[in-house]
């Protein structure tokens, strides 16, 4: 969650709403991870293992490159390692980048080779994979071109709020949340009296004073804004984190004290959501813009494939026979 503008302290990164798995839940370009022999035979294609000859013959006989490392009858030429040092490399980084791709394509030889020994292997099939996955990376890159230069990124809060309403049993709070005031001061920070009277107060120079103070002797605040916080969050590093039943609590305390040998904590709850129900918009507005967007990219990717393949048609570029 985005930390207000009245906050002074550090937030963690969270996941405290339950999402119902929807079909774009996950953005579809991630491919999935594939078998263990099938990563290790693409790991061989890529860094040019012989075990399967996919390689057009070279004009270059063997005998005119320079070999750089071997494993059993595979080699590593000179040449092969064109283009993995990228311009303005210093030597030292260079030959430190060298020496890892060396290392990295003996252990990738040794391992595909124990692979071989230890289980079958259809040819044809590992082909049939080792293309597929080709095809997958350039189609995932021209992808995200194609999306790069189509998404609209402009999301209206009408589009928020629909989407909210539609869905609006995907967003289940996994933590209490609160709109609230939280202060920690050290002990013999001055006028620790006043803070109370500040913290009611509604008028606007008092507000500004809180924050005035705040600014100069507290350890961490947040001053109660529009913006939702995790409870937790709010008052961590604090006497409150271990009050055994929180809900309890944030229904009985709008108001609280409390200290400890070095610090004394001042908390006004001015709202609060408990877990297990449903999360104000306000909380939810940057996921639902997340999930409008990776819909976008769906749309966009299938539109792709589908103009790809009615253009070729229409140009009879591809003939299926029967």
Not at 74 to 101: C, F, H, N, Q, W
Not at 103 to 110: A, F, G, H, P
Not at 136 to 155: F, G, M, P, R
Not at 295 to 301: I, P, Q, T
């Amino acid at each position: 969650m985005k930390k207000g503008k009245n906050t002074y302290f550090k937030t963690f990164s969270r996941s405290n709403i339950h999402f119902k798995q929807s079909s774009f839940a996950s953005f579809p370009f991630q491919r999935k991870k594939e078998s263990f022999l099938f990563c290790l035979l693409a790991a061989l294609v890529l860094s040019g293992c012989d075990f399967i000859k996919m390689k057009n013959d070279s004009s270059d006989s063997e005998a005119d490159r320079q070999p750089i490392a071997r494993v059993e009858n595979t080699y590593l030429y000179k040449d092969e390692l064109d283009g993995i040092i990228a311009p303005g490399t210093t030597k030292r980084d260079s030959t430190v980048r060298v020496e890892a791709y060396i290392n990295s394509w003996v252990r990738k030889q040794l391992l595909i080779r124990e692979a071989t020994r230890k289980i079958d292997i259809n040819e044809a099939d590992v082909e049939r994979k080792i293309l597929d996955y080709r095809y997958s990376i350039i189609a995932h890159e021209y992808q995200n071109y194609y999306i790069k230069q189509h998404l609209d990124t402009i999301i209206s809060n009408a589009e928020v709020e629909r989407y909210y309403k539609d869905n609006i049993d995907n967003f289940i709070l996994k933590q209490n949340i609160v709109q609230a005031t939280f202060i920690k001061v050290p002990k013999n920070a001055p006028r620790t009296a006043k803070i109370k009277e500040l913290i009611f107060s509604k008028r606007e120079k008092d507000e500004k004073e809180l924050k005035s103070y705040c600014l100069s002797f507290s350890s961490a605040y947040h001053i109660s804004d529009s913006s939702w916080m995790i409870f937790d969050d709010l008052v961590r590093n604090s006497p409150l984190v271990e009050i055994p039943n929180k809900i309890q609590f944030l229904k009985s305390n709008p108001y609280y004290e409390t200290s400890d040998d070095s610090y004394l904590y001042f908390l006004k709850v001015d709202q609060y959501r408990i877990s297990d129900n449903v999360s104000p918009q306000e909380f939810v507005k940057d996921d639902i813009r997340n999930i409008i967007l990776n819909k976008r990219k769906v749309e966009l990717a299938n539109k792709l494939e589908d103009e790809v393949y009615n253009n070729g048609a229409d140009q009879k570029e591809f003939e299926i026979f029967k």
